[in-house]
T-cell receptor, first 114, second 112 residues
Framework: KAGVTQTPRYLIKTRGQQVTLSCSPI?????VSWYQQTPGQGLQFLFE???????NKGNFPGRFSGRQFSNSRSEMNVSTLELGDSALYLC?????????????FGEGSRLTVL | DQQVKQNSPSLSVQEGRISILNCDYT??????FLWYKKYPAEGPTFLIS?????DKNEDGRFTVFLNKSAKHLSLHIVPSQPGDSAVYFC???????????FGTGTKLQVIP
């Protein structure tokens, strides 16, 4: 069974640009969550999607957005990049995002903003 | 506001000894607590969890203890092995897994 796949794995952007990251969940998983990991801050929740609907959102500015497609694949977009957006962006999937169970994470997309 | 806190950024333990990783939380509404392990260049992987109605859960070498009155949980690894060297994240959720709150992580080094 293939795991969670994130693309691209690494990317470098400059301030002001925008970026789109992609996540393919485990087959059959319908919930996809996104997290930002920075040194000293741990993993911070961005948003969660289920059946193409955003069910939950973290405390990030509107420059951070996402969507989910009918095949459960998800994308997140960051517009007007700032230096502080440099981080590892992790995608996680679960069957339905409810009840006890664990999140399955991808390897992440490491974004560097220059 | 850091609702899940791991105050020890790092921990070194000799192989074969016990590793104890600690975590504190502030939100009394959390109903599920989890530990994740992360190796460099990999995503976090689920390790063990505990419901708020229990005070202990054991899975092989890993045991999680929950003290609700102190809002504290700990992960015990016995015996510790070099392959356990990783960053361990404490996490908590409320009402399901839609939004999981993570701590900042503790880097465990098990010395052979």
């Amino acid at each position: 069974k293939a795991g969670v796949t994130q693309t691209p794995r690494y990317l470098i952007k400059t301030r002001g640009q925008q970026v789109t990251l992609s996540c393919s969940p485990i087959s059959g998983h319908r919930s996809v969550s996104w997290y930002q990991q920075t040194p000293g801050q741990g993993l911070q929740f961005l948003f969660e999607y289920f059946s193409e609907t955003q069910r939950n959102k973290g405390n990030f500015p509107g420059r951070f957005s996402g969507r989910q497609f009918s095949n459960s694949r998800s994308e997140m977009n960051v517009s007007t990049l700032e230096l502080g957006d440099s981080a590892l962006y992790l995608c996680a999937s679960s069957l339905d995002g409810r009840g006890p169970g664990e999140l399955f994470f991808g390897e992440g997309s490491r974004l560097t903003v220059l | 506001d850091q609702q899940v806190k791991q105050n020890s950024p790092s921990l070194s333990v000799q192989e074969g000894r016990i590793s104890i990783l600690n975590c504190d939380y502030t939100n009394s509404m959390f109903d599920y607590f989890l530990w994740y392990k992360k190796y460099p260049a990999e995503g976090p992987t689920f390790l063990i969890s505990i419901s708020s109605i229990k005070d202990k859960n054991e899975d092989g070498r890993f045991t999680v203890f929950l003290n609700k009155s102190a809002k504290h949980l700990s992960l015990h690894i016995v015996p510790s092995q070099p392959g356990d060297s990783a960053v361990y994240f404490c996490a908590a959720s409320q009402g399901g897994y839609q939004k999981v709150t993570f701590g900042t992580g503790t880097k465990l080094q098990v010395i052979p």
